[in-house]
């Protein structure tokens, strides 16, 4: 009777600490699950944030025009939100609405219009990425305290003190396996913490505030204006 109660109340440890184990490794993998969503979802709207550099470098019209935004902006060549400044304008984003008494003035408002509302897109991105760091941190620290908390090694070790049959300790503890079997075990259930980096995803710019940048778009607006007036005027309508 005594070794029956044994038995059982070793089992009951035994599952209580694989299904604790199970558990708090489910909940890494949902945590996972949840960070690879987020980074899609900043993945987004990076190429949403890349329509307003194409609808701003669509307006530029010339590629000196076009080295100049750059410049102005600081917008680093070999860069993905270069690259969009460059990309055929396909209407993925519409013009924007804007009144003047002047072709000229108009176009120099949609201008100096188009550069805002990609500031507003950079902010919300440059958030949503930050916050994406921020929980990738996050879940690295819980990778980092399961390992410590849910150590193979320990819990086999601990499982196999417990046990009172031997033909468990082969099938269901890993007495007897070798160390190369058991560092083999350990190797594919270690969990490695993410790498921001393997998302692959544009940092976000830190772009000059409106006031500081006005006049000088408004300028180049003028002379895209007085170079492609024709061209300009034809797509405004």
């Known amino acids: 009777m005594e070794d029956d109660l044994i038995t059982c109340l070793t089992r009951q440890v035994k599952e209580e600490v694989r299904q604790n184990y199970l558990t708090q490794r489910r909940l890494i993998e949902l945590e996972t699950e949840e960070v690879e969503a987020q980074a899609e979802a900043v993945r987004a709207l990076a190429h949403e944030v890349g329509k307003r ?7 530029t019209m010339a590629p000196e025009m076009l080295e100049r935004l750059t410049a102005v902006l600081e917008i680093p060549r070999d860069s993905f939100w270069h690259e969009c400044l460059e990309k055929p304008f396909s209407r993925g984003v519409r013009l924007i609405k804007v009144t003047a008494l002047t072709h000229k003035g108009k176009f120099r408002k949609l ?6 509302r990609l500031l507003t897109w950079m902010t919300k991105y440059k958030n949503t990425f930050e916050d994406l760091e921020l929980e990738v941190r996050a879940l690295n620290i819980n990778i980092q305290a399961f390992q410590s908390n849910f ?3 320990t819990i086999l070790n601990f499982l196999k003190s417990l046990d009172v049959c031997g033909l468990e300790h082969k099938h269901f503890l890993g007495s007897n396996f070798t160390a190369e079997e ?3 075990v350990e190797k594919k259930l270690y969990i490695r913490p993410q790498k921001f980096e393997r998302f692959r995803l544009p940092p976000p710019l830190d772009l000059p505030a409106p006031a ?6 408004g300028k180049l607006a003028e002379e895209v204006f007085r170079k ?3 061209q300009i005027k034809h797509l405004m309508r």
Do not use: A, C, P
Request: hydrophobic share 40%; aromatic share 14%; charged share 15%.
């Open 228 to 230: 492609h007036h024709n």
């Open 111 to 116: 201008y100096l219009e188009s550069y805002n």
């Open 151 to 153: 150590d193979l090694l």
């Open 53 to 59: 550099f194409t609808r701003l470098g669509y307006l």
């Open 182 to 184: 058991i560092m083999s």
């Open 212 to 217: 500081s940048v006005q006049k000088v778009l």
